[in-house]
Nanobody, 117 residues
Framework: QVHLVESGGGLVQPGGSLRLSCAASGGVLIFTSMGWYRQVPGKERELVAYITTDGSATYADFVKGRFTISRDNAKNTVSLQMSSLKLEDTAVYYC???????????WGQGTQVTVAS
């Protein structure tokens, strides 16, 4: 069974930066893609960014130019460097991993990011 564990959330002022990290362990650790989603109460979970095995990254329009996703295939980790944070970036951020061949989606437990002055 694959487990994803996030770290790095917290409170930051508008314009500040945070780095989220996610480590995968257990099971078959081969993922077609790894990424980040976020969710605020009352809204659906939305894609923030994902990155494929070959390093190709896709970003939601609302984070382009501000967030950078990276991945270490050898360590089975994915990170999200968030800069120029805005109040509306406040959410619970979830790590996601799409398992190769099974196409099963694994999720982390979520980490809270709060942007407030």
């Amino acid at each position: 069974q694959v487990h994803l564990v996030e770290s790095g959330g917290g409170l930051v002022q508008p314009g500040g930066s945070l780095r989220l990290s996610c480590a995968a362990s257990g099971g078959v650790l081969i993922f077609t893609s790894m990424g980040w989603y976020r969710q605020v109460p009352g809204k659906e979970r939305e894609l923030v960014a994902y990155i494929t095995t070959d390093g190709s990254a896709t970003y939601a329009d609302f984070v382009k130019g501000r967030f950078t996703i990276s991945r270490d295939n050898a360590k089975n980790t994915v990170s999200l460097q968030m800069s120029s944070l805005k109040l509306e970036d406040t959410a619970v951020y979830y790590c996601n991993a799409l398992q190769f061949l099974t196409d099963y989606n694994y999720w982390g437990q979520g980490t809270q990011v709060t942007v407030a002055s």
